[in-house]
């Protein structure tokens, strides 16, 4: 069965870096799509960046666009969130998600399988 795994969260300051990491085990689609979403308290789950395979393009959100940076290793199974310049705003839970589609979206509806997420807080 397909799962999805998130680290690399944690406790930072504003200004600071992060990188998120998402293991993909069990799996055999071709073309797919793995996007990372995040949800603060009370707020909606926002999508914020994905990456499409096998073409590796990608898609963010305008909120984080400049600042983080998505990324895989295939031979991994490892999509990446790269995280700079991060500001207050941007403390939430962040899941990872895949869609069996190439084709990129952040609406979280269409996609299929989730992790459970991990914790980014950036406070002083």
């Given at each position: 069965?397909?799962q999805l795994a998130?680290?690399?969260?944690?406790?930072?300051q504003?200004?600071?870096?992060l990188?998120l990491?998402?293991?993909?085990?069990?799996?055999r689609?071709?073309?797919?799509?793995?996007?990372?979403?995040?949800?603060?308290?009370?707020?909606?789950?926002?999508?914020?960046?994905?990456i499409s395979?096998?073409?590796?393009s990608?898609?963010?959100?305008?909120?984080?666009?400049?600042?983080?940076t998505?990324?895989?290793?295939?031979?991994?199974?490892?999509?990446?969130l790269?995280?700079n310049?991060?500001?207050?705003e941007?403390?939430?839970?962040?899941y990872c998600?895949?869609r069996g589609s190439?084709f990129?979206t952040?609406?979280?509806?269409?996609?299929?399988?989730?992790?459970?997420?991990?914790?980014v807080t950036?406070?002083?």
């Open positions: 069965q397909l998130e680290s690399g969260g944690g406790l930072v504003p200004g600071g870096s990188r990491s998402c293991a993909a085990s069990a799996f689609f071709h073309y797919y799509t793995i996007g990372w979403f995040r949800q603060a308290p009370g707020k909606e789950r926002e999508g914020v960046s994905c395979s096998p073409d590796g990608t898609y963010y959100a305008d909120s984080v666009k400049g600042r983080f998505i990324s895989r290793d295939g031979a991994k199974n490892t999509v990446y790269q995280m310049s991060l500001k207050p941007d403390t939430a839970v962040y998600a895949l190439r990129k952040l609406r979280s509806k269409e996609y299929d399988y989730w992790g459970q997420g991990t914790q950036v406070s002083s």
